[in-house]
């Protein structure tokens, strides 16, 4: 017999991870989310291309999905070839550094925890050196992934001592001489990035900065536009470009005129840009690129932050 149901929007109930912003990735499809939802695992009623949250769920059997190993650093999972990502969903508690982690991949590529891996008893070796602010020249026994997130930890904590933002992608290049040289390549490192965001600072302001705080100080009627049909189907091209280049629409917001804040993951960091909402042209890219963000569109932009990130150039000017 015929079921009659698959030609009507008959609700159905899933569980999926959602990670913030206008939709749920389910795997197979995008749906918009309808209703409020903080990041998490939740049970969404789904009709058609919606999906509502209803309530907190616990996560499902993971084991489908390709795993993902390493050590945790404030937020972070550190991998083989250095790679530190942070979590779309974190775990419930937070891990002692250097702690052994197994992560899970989602299919838009967000990590997942799926609990806590074994230890080998060099970890221990490596959390004493960090605490008593040594480094690894003279531990033995530590794997690579192990030695990149005491780099990333070296880095992190030395750039909250020194009042410097830093992230993990900002010094990938650097790993093996923060590991063996450690708060010396920090502070090089942490001059550097620096001297290039007040050098930024100093360029003249664009008028569409200017336009932006403006709007920011408007910020109900940014709310009101954003409510409109307009705004969704902005939202659909930036996640369509977005999805295209392995990155993750978090959120988006009108700062005025055409202006559109978008807030997105990309290989485990989180980047704000701003563009154009007719044609995704990068106003700012969030990024230090030498004024040259206007030759950009969002579809472009993830694959340059990428080549930053490989020649040791990434430096994130945006919070």
């Known amino acids: 017999m015929t079921d009659y149901r698959r030609f009507l929007a008959v609700p159905d109930e899933q569980v999926w991870p959602y990670f913030g912003g206008p939709f749920v990735e389910t795997g197979e499809r995008r749906l918009r989310v309808v209703g409020t939802a903080e990041p998490g695992w939740w049970r969404f009623q789904v009709t058609g291309r919606l999906a509502r949250p209803l309530a907190v769920a616990d996560p499902p059997d993971l084991d489908r999905l390709p795993a993902v190993r390493g050590y945790a650093v404030e ?19 937070e891990p002692l550094p250097f702690t052994p982690i197994l992560g899970r991949r989602w299919p838009t590529g967000e990590l997942l925890f799926d609990g806590w891996d074994f230890s080998t008893g060099v970890e221990d070796d490596v959390r004493r050196a960090f605490e008593e602010r040594a480094t690894l020249a ?28 830093a992230r ?16 010396a390549v920090a502070f090089r490192l942490l001059g550097l990035l620096h001297a290039e965001r007040e050098a930024a600072d100093a360029s003249p302001t664009p008028e569409w900065v200017r336009a932006r705080d403006e709007a920011l100080r408007r910020r109900a009627t940014g709310r009101t536009r954003a ?19 392995r990155a993750g629409l978090r ?35 969030g990024i230090c690129l030498d004024g040259s963000d206007g030759q950009l569109t969002l579809e472009s932009l993830p694959s340059v932050i990428r080549e930053a990130m490989s020649m040791g150039r990434l430096n994130i000017t945006s919070r």
């Open 138 to 165: 003279t531990v033995r026994g530590a794997p690579a992934a192990l030695r990149a997130a005491f780099g990333y930890a070296v880095l992190l904590r030395t750039a909250a001592e020194a009042g410097v933002r």
């Open 168 to 183: 993990p992608a900002e010094a990938r290049p650097q790993l093996s001489a923060l590991a063996d040289e450690g708060e």
């Open 75 to 93: 937020g972070y999972l550190v991998s083989a070839g250095g790679r530190a990502e942070a979590f779309g969903l974190s775990p419930p508690d």
């Open 227 to 245: 409510m409109g049909r307009a705004a969704e189907r902005a939202e659909e091209r930036a996640a369509d470009a977005l999805y295209a280049a």
């Open 251 to 285: 959120g988006m917001r009108w700062l005025g005129g055409d202006q559109l804040e978008v807030r997105f993951d990309l290989d485990g960091e989180r980047f704000v840009s701003i563009v154009d909402s007719g044609s995704l042209q990068v106003l700012d890219a």
